[in-house]
């Protein structure tokens, strides 16, 4: 059963940092592309940031750049975004997405608040 299971969400203050992890599985890890979009209240779904396992190569939204990263452990099937020096408008349910080909696989999603 093809799976993803994120984690690591919950309530951080502004300016803190989190790590949300996303546990693939039920597929080979291998020439997929992993990706993170969130959905904040009231708002459309949108892309946050890729990866590609094979060759490891990023792009980020504009609005989170060089404040999050992406990142693989393709030993463990894990994809991570490093979330630092948050903003209350990034406060959203993150969810991890996995392409394989023609295959579209999403998780079920994790609460990130962002609030002092």
């Known amino acids: 059963q093809v799976q993803l299971v994120e984690s690591g969400g919950g309530l951080v203050q502004p300016g803190g940092s989190l790590r949300l992890s996303c546990l693939a599985s039920g597929f080979t890890f291998s020439n997929v592309v992993m990706s993170w979009y969130r959905q904040a209240p009231g708002k459309e779904r949108e892309f946050v940031a890729w990866i590609t396992t094979a060759g490891g190569s990023t792009f980020y939204a504009d609005s989170v750049k060089g404040r999050f990263t992406i990142s693989t452990d393709n030993a463990k099937n894990t994809v991570f975004l490093q979330m630092n020096s948050l903003k209350s408008e990034d406060t959203a349910v993150y969810y991890c997405?996995?392409?394989?080909?023609?295959?579209?696989?999403w998780g079920k999603g994790t609460q990130v608040t962002v609030s002092s």
């Open positions: 997405r996995a392409v394989r080909g023609p295959s579209v696989t």
